[in-house]
């Protein structure tokens, strides 16, 4: 059997979930790489930037990883902006919805919470206040969220950066997407 036999939940059984749930298992440890093949789709139009998103993705993560960066914080770089194409209004929120069932609380409030911190450096030319993140200061991710968009992110613009190839973050995504999602791992098989 392949596929659940059932037509709606409320006729499922234990066997169904077993299986759907061994197929899901399957998905999950899988996600990684296809993160990483959304990640390609930032490649080419540069929307008017010096460098396209793709690049600046790499270049962001190259410079945390540089700074001496842990590894989570690293992959946080790297995704951040993977959202760009599905929701340029609003695109922290995909990256921070991937990465959250994998990472710290406070790396996914900084990821959630980058354009607004981004903003201290170009916000003043839309007629924007460029201080707003200072309503944060207070926050406990506030500190690493300032490091991340002034030293990593806003500077990753540089067609001239050696930036590294994706290559060199593969290992490291899957690392961290295979940790267990919010920290258990429950399964149909080991449910009595
Ligand atoms: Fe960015």
């Not at 234990?14 to 093949?37: K, M, T």
């Not at 460029?130 to 067609?159: G, I, L």
């Amino acid at each position: 059997m392949n596929q659940a036999t059932f037509t709606r939940f409320d006729e499922s059984t234990r066997d169904d979930w077993a299986l759907i749930d061994a197929h899901f298992q399957r998905y999950q440890n899988d996600a990684s790489r296809r993160v990483l093949e959304h990640l390609l789709r930032l490649k080419g139009d540069t929307h008017g930037y010096p460098v396209d998103r793709y690049e600046h993705c790499l270049q962001t993560a190259t410079r945390a990883l540089a700074a001496g960066a842990d590894e989570e914080t690293v992959v946080c770089a790297l995704l951040h902006d993977i959202g760009d194409d599905l929701a340029p209004a609003n695109h922290a929120e995909i990256a921070a919805a991937i990465l959250e069932p994998f990472i710290d609380p406070l790396n996914v409030w900084m990821i959630r919470h980058h354009e607004l911190f981004q903003g201290y450096h170009y916000r003043t030319f839309y007629g924007l206040d460029p201080h707003a993140r200072e309503a944060y200061r207070e926050h406990p991710a506030y500190a690493r969220t300032v490091r991340f968009c002034d030293e990593w992110d806003q500077c990753s613009f540089d067609p001239d950066y050696p930036t590294r190839p994706l290559e060199d973050f593969i290992p490291m995504v899957e690392r961290v997407m295979s940790r267990p999602p919010f920290g258990e791992t429950t399964s149909v098989e080991d449910t009595p």
